[in-house]
């Protein structure tokens, strides 16, 4: 088991450009979220999606986008990169979106994403 | 909605002392206070987690606490030792749902040998 897998692990944008950052998980998860760290305030929840298909907005949506196509994969998209974009990135994946007890995050290495 | 609020933002220690993180929340409802760890470089991991029927919750080294009519708990690590350094995330999960999870601060810990 490869767990949750983010690439790349490192991005220098220029201000403009568009990219997408990859998530996949190897667990048969229904729920998959991204979130954003950044100093002194934790992490911030961006999209989440409950299961393929599904997708919906979390605490700081404004400038991304994500898809669901398929279980294993949750993109998330940066549509015109702005530099308080710049953040590191977290995907995470969980058995039940819905049931608390059964919430454990499991989350990728994480993706530091520059934007000059 | 749900606000967690974690305390100190660092913490030193001494290898072989006791370190203690303290966070409150605000949603009463929330039902579900994991912690998670975050070594240089990698992903948050679960290390323990606790239900609010639950008072204490013990793990070797480490343990939570949670006092539902205060609206806080805690993460007690005794015995530290170096590669107890990290940073810690502690979270709560009202009966919502997962994706309803707000992560306190972060409080970046360092035992020092």
């Known amino acids: 088991n490869a767990g949750v897998t983010q690439t790349p692990k490192f991005q220098v944008l220029k201000t403009g450009q568009s990219m997408t950052l990859q998530c996949a998980q190897d667990?048969?998860?229904?729920?998959m979220s991204w979130y954003r760290q950044d100093p002194g305030m934790g992490l911030r929840l961006i999209h989440y999606?409950?299961?393929?298909?599904?997708?919906d907005q979390g605490e700081v949506p404004n400038g991304y986008n994500v898809s669901r196509s398929t279980t294993e994969d949750f993109p998330l998209r940066l549509l015109s990169a702005a530099p308080s974009q710049t953040s590191v990135y977290f995907c995470?994946?969980?058995?039940?979106?819905?049931?608390?007890?059964?919430?454990?995050?499991?989350f990728g290495q994480g993706t530091r994403l520059t934007v000059v | 909605g749900e606000n967690v609020e974690q305390h100190p933002s660092t913490l030193s220690v001494q290898e072989g002392d006791s370190a203690v993180i303290k966070c409150t929340y605000s949603d009463s409802a929330s039902n579900y206070f994991p912690w998670y760890k975050q070594e240089l470089g990698k992903g948050p991991q679960l290390i323990i987690d606790?239900?609010?029927?639950?008072g204490e919750k013990k793990d070797q080294r480490i343990a939570v606490t949670l006092n539902k009519t205060a609206k806080h708990f805690s993460l007690h690590i005794t015995e530290t030792q170096p590669e107890d350094s990290a940073v810690y995330f502690c979270a709560a999960t009202p009966p919502t749902g997962g994706f309803k999870t707000i992560f306190g601060a972060g409080t970046r810990l360092f035992v020092k040998a």
């Open positions: 995470a994946s969980s058995y039940d979106g819905f049931d608390p007890l059964n919430t454990e995050a499991f």
């Open positions: 999606s409950v299961g393929a298909g599904i997708t």
């Open positions: 667990m048969n998860h229904e729920y």
């Open positions: 606790i239900r609010s029927n639950v």
